[in-house]
């Protein structure tokens, strides 16, 4: 049975950065085509995908915030860990972490997700 | 071109059938997966590979591309298909990932 579950800070202060963690069961990320990827989505608002990485330790990034995003993976802990730098109000969303079992061109599990709220 | 653009709001009656698009010139050389995503709700994949869908989908959810347009089609809509529905793909390198704004389908 395949699961994922995002757990990091329900709060953070504008500046800061937010780390949160994907711990995930089920599949191993080293078997080839299997990706996890970060997806956020404000109150109301649309998905956005932000950052990918794959059995082969690759990394892609949302192009905007590129510069503000780092993904890694632990695959002796069956994590995946996504930082954001300088937290604004306007990242303020619910953060998914999904399994792509398909080279990432689609996200069979989805994490139940982690509301973050900017706010000082 | 890293955007999908979707309509974003759609109404059917129960038990007809609708057509819920996604444009992008990306998906003229890579595959489209759907989203369905109900209020509160993690998304659920619908459709991936252009027309297969995993496992616990009914087959009343198929999906088609034509193009630089990619569709989801629900045959005989229920109430219960009322949600949210995202495309996805990657953009034009290949390497990102995209969704689409998403499309808001109420069922009369």
């Known amino acids: 049975q395949v699961t994922l579950r995002e757990s990091g800070p329900a709060l953070v202060k504008p500046t800061q950065t937010l780390t949160l963690t994907c711990t995930f069961s089920g599949f191993s990320l080293t078997s080839s085509g299997m990706c996890v990827s970060w997806i956020r989505q404000p109150p109301g608002k649309a998905l956005e995908w932000l950052a990918l990485?794959?059995?082969?330790?690759?990394?892609y990034y949302n192009t905007s915030l590129k510069t503000r995003l780092t993904i890694s993976k632990d695959t002796s802990k069956n994590q995946v860990v996504l930082a954001m730098t300088n937290m604004d109000p306007v990242d303020s969303a619910t953060y998914y972490c999904?399994?792509?079992?398909?080279?990432?061109?689609?996200?069979?599990?989805w994490g139940q997700g982690t509301l973050v709220t900017v706010s000082s | 071109s890293s955007e999908l653009t979707q309509d974003p709001a759609v109404s059917v009656a129960l038990g007809q059938t609708v057509r819920i698009t996604c444009q992008g010139d990306s998906l003229r050389s890579y595959f489209a997966s759907w989203y369905q995503q109900k209020p509160r709700q993690a998304p659920i994949l619908v459709i991936y590979r252009k027309n297969r869908r995993p496992s616990g989908i009914p087959d009343r959810f198929s999906g088609s591309i034509s193009g630089n347009t990619a569709s989801l089609t629900i045959t005989g809509t229920q109430a219960e298909d009322e949600a949210d529905y995202y495309c996805n793909s990657r953009d034009s390198s290949g390497h990102q990932r995209v969704f689409g704004g998403g499309t808001k389908l109420t069922v009369l």
């Open positions: 990485i794959d059995w082969d330790g690759d990394k």
């Open positions: 999904a399994r792509g079992n398909d080279y990432g061109d689609s996200f069979d599990y």
